[in-house]
């Protein structure tokens, strides 16, 4: 193999340049990007960046020692076996890594709507966001909670809506609940159970046709992984690239990481796209161990946080179908370091959400990884550590 292109180049994408050099492949690699900046760190877009703390989140990669060719502003747009269309031309290929990540979804409705997707995306919001002004962010997600935290930060009226009855519903089911009452505590009125409708100039139609006047509509209703080019390709799409444990996809010398990727995982007998910040990390060296023909699986146990309304919020783990045991009560006042499990009928660790208790979330990765059965009635108890349990 002469010839590596990686099309995308987020945090998954320069990865696997990296991982490629480090583990020897001394060909050609091109790497392609739709975005006009080199790759940078999504993560503090929503945090630092929109409260003011930086402007830059650029990955620190070398890309002129990794020999890359680096190509910004430049699109795939279709893909046949050995050659990826670009915006530039035809591009062919020996081996390929997608890494084209995930787009924002948006609402309908003709008003402008936010989406904090890019660097720009996010130097936009943080020009509009200043004392007094109206902000309605759609969704309670992560996104949601942390624009939300920072346009109260810099002072502006805030109303979150949410279609589900709890913040964070689709990652943590009714845990998400314990969160709700950060909002109040921050000043942000925050409307669960609601529906929007559309987006409007000067703000926002819900479902029972009443409105919410708002001067910047923020959408933080989830992404969709951007494989349109690969339409008619033959890589097979369900809900992302499909591919095996190796991160094979159904193509001939093609892998696929980061947010686009639904990998095959052996530990969880399940298959799983993962949107965050540690998957695009991990990833990489697995696709190109399969890329340059040494053998690896990726199956790790999925990991994130999230910072909002001054909590740092950690979850590893897998948790469907296994059962809840609360670590301290997240609803007792004053309470702001808790932690849930979740463990499994046979009493092992499927899952840990920890608040303001990094330990927790440490310790709880490595039982979850070692698989030991625990005592779950110490588990309960917030004094005794995770890994005594
Ligand atoms: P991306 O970062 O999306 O990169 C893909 C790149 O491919 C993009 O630059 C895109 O423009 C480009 N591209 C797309 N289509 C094409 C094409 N056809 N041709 C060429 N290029 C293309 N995760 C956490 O764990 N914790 C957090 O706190 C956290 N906070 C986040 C905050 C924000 C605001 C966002 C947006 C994400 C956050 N994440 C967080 C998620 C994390 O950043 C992502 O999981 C990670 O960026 C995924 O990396 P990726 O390289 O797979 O995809």
């Not at 919001?125 to 309670?140: E, H």
């Not at 709700?180 to 529906?195: F, I, N």
């Not at 310790?363 to 309960?380: P, S, T």
Request: hydrophobic content about 45%.
């Amino acid at each position: 193999m002469n010839h590596v292109v990686v099309v995308g180049a987020g945090l998954a994408g320069v990865r696997s340049v990296e991982a490629l050099r480090a583990r020897g492949f001394g060909g050609r690699i091109t790497l392609i990007g739709e975005e006009r900046h080199r790759p940078y760190d999504r993560p503090p877009l929503s945090k630092g960046v929109l409260l003011g703390e930086t402007d830059s989140t650029v990955v620190d990669s070398d890309l002129d020692a990794l020999e890359v060719d680096f190509r910004a502003g430049v699109s795939a747009k279709g893909l046949h076996p050995g050659v990826v269309e670009t915006t530039e031309g035809e591009l062919a290929y020996e081996g390929l890594v997608i890494a084209t990540g995930a787009r924002p979804i948006r609402l309908r409705g003709d008003g402008p709507q936010h989406v904090v997707r890019t660097i720009d995306d996010a130097l936009r919001l943080r020009s509009l966001l200043g004392r007094g002004t109206r902000v309605a962010v759609i969704g309670a997600g992560w996104i949601g909670a942390e624009v939300a935290t920072a346009a109260r930060r810099a002072g502006c009226a805030v109303t979150v809506i949410e279609a589900a009855d709890v913040p964070l519903s689709a990652a943590l089911g009714q845990v998400g609940a314990y969160t709700a009452a950060w909002y109040a505590e921050a000043g942000v009125d925050l409307r669960l159970g609601t529906m929007v409708a559309s987006v409007d100039q000067g703000g926002l139609t819900l479902a029972d046709g009443s409105a919410v006047e708002a001067d910047v509509v923020v959408t933080g209703v989830g992404v969709r992984p951007a494989t349109e080019w690969l339409a008619g390709s033959g890589v097979r799409l369900d809900n992302g690239v499909v591919t095996d444990e190796h991160l094979r996809t159904s193509l001939p010398g093609v892998v696929a990481v980061g947010d686009c990727a639904a990998w095959w995982s052996r530990r969880y007998g399940v298959r799983l796209r993962v949107e965050h910040w540690d998957t695009a990390l991990g990833a990489p060296d697995v696709a190109a161990a399969t890329l340059v023909g040494d053998v690896a699986v990726y199956d790790p146990v999925p990991y994130f946080w999230s910072e909002q309304f001054g909590h740092m919020v950690q979850y590893a783990g897998y948790h469907d179908g296994a059962r809840l045991i609360r670590r301290g009560d997240p609803e007792a006042e004053g309470n702001t370091r808790w932690a849930v499990c979740w463990v499994t009928e046979d009493d092992r660790l499927a899952a840990v959400l920890s608040v303001n208790r990094p330990r927790d979330l440490v310790q709880g990765r490595r039982l979850i990884e070692g698989g030991r059965r625990l005592d779950v009635n110490r588990l309960a108890d917030p004094a005794i550590a995770l890994r005594d349990c």
